[in-house]
């Protein structure tokens, strides 16, 4: 989709990338003269001068197309730097500002997952996430990436895809669970789980050592990042819908990893009977 697209040259929005699409030209090596009558000539002559300049990027980083693109379009990056891409989400202890701590954070690359631990290896992160040139996120332009720089002393320069923003434009709310659910992604043994129920798990782990408890955590944590790569799939096959490219560059759902953690059940529903009892 990065080679079809027009809308990263200055002047030209999606209106004008749709009537290029609709006169033919589908690629930016289709554009040479004639130039579609349908643009003005002054959108001809910014296609002319810019794409020269682009087409020479072609094999660049992704920083190079995202500064170019507008955030809410960094999903047309996804498939040809699919392989640089980590997709990553964090747990906290739930306060705020100068008491937020990061509890756990996963991190999954589309093939391996990798978590991390506060106490155990929570700085591996940086060294970990640093190999990476696009991060993606649910919320996390507000959420993970401020707390991660702020906690780990450390800064996150890549391109960063936030589902959040892409999910709204395409009209899903109802933070990251309610989006997995309405696009018909179910987390089984974790339905019901998340985040407050994240930290309570946390406060347990350390009131008592549990190791099952820890592991549940990770499991909930690791079902957040695993699931933003079927999310992203579902963006971008959404947002090439109405477009001429919606079959030739289809994207399949991809098949979730196995966890290397097992939620356990009877903690879950001891849990949720105490968070009750909170309530009422």
């Known amino acids: 989709m990065l080679y079809n697209t027009f809308i990263h040259i200055p002047g030209i929005g999606k209106k004008s990338e749709q009537q290029i699409w609709d006169s033919g030209i589908l690629s930016w090596e289709d554009w040479h003269a004639p130039f579609p009558e349908i643009l003005p000539e002054a959108k001809k002559r910014l296609i002319s001068h810019y794409l020269p300049q682009i087409r020479d990027q072609q094999g660049r980083k992704p920083d190079c197309y995202g500064k170019l693109l507008p955030a809410n379009q960094h999903w047309r990056l996804f498939p040809h730097f699919r392989k640089t891409i980590a997709y990553f989400d964090i747990e906290t202890n739930g306060r705020l500002r ?59 320069p890549q391109v960063h895809i936030d589902l959040r923003h892409i999910l709204y434009n395409l009209g899903y709310r109802g933070g990251l669970k ?38 549940t955590l990770l ?30 560059h289809y994207i399949p759902i991809p098949e979730k990893p196995i966890s290397p953690y097992t939620p356990d059940p009877t903690i879950i529903a001891r849990l949720k009977n105490r968070i009750q009892s909170f309530r009422h």
Do not use: M
């Not at 937020?100 to 978590?115: M, S």
């Not at 987390?187 to 549990?210: C, K, M, P, S």
């Not at 690791?222 to 030739?248: G, K, M, Q, W």
């Open 219 to 248: 499991a909930y944590n690791t079902a957040d990042a695993v699931n933003l790569e079927c999310l992203l799939v579902h963006a971008y096959n959404l947002n090439i819908a109405d477009t001429p490219f919606r079959l030739s």
């Open 98 to 156: 100068e008491e937020c701590e990061i509890t756990t954070i996963a991190l999954y690359d589309g093939h391996k997952i990798k978590t991390y631990t506060q106490g155990r290896n929570l700085e591996d992160f940086i060294d970990d996430i640093a190999g990476f040139e696009i991060i993606v996120t649910y919320n996390g332009k507000s959420f993970d990436v401020p707390v991660i720089e702020s906690c780990l002393h450390t800064t996150l």
């Open 178 to 215: 309610g989006c997995e659910q309405q696009l018909g992604i179910y987390r089984h043994d974790l339905e019901g789980v998340n985040g407050f129920f994240a930290v309570i798990l946390w406060q347990e782990y350390q009131r008592t050592g549990n190791e099952k408890i820890l592991e």
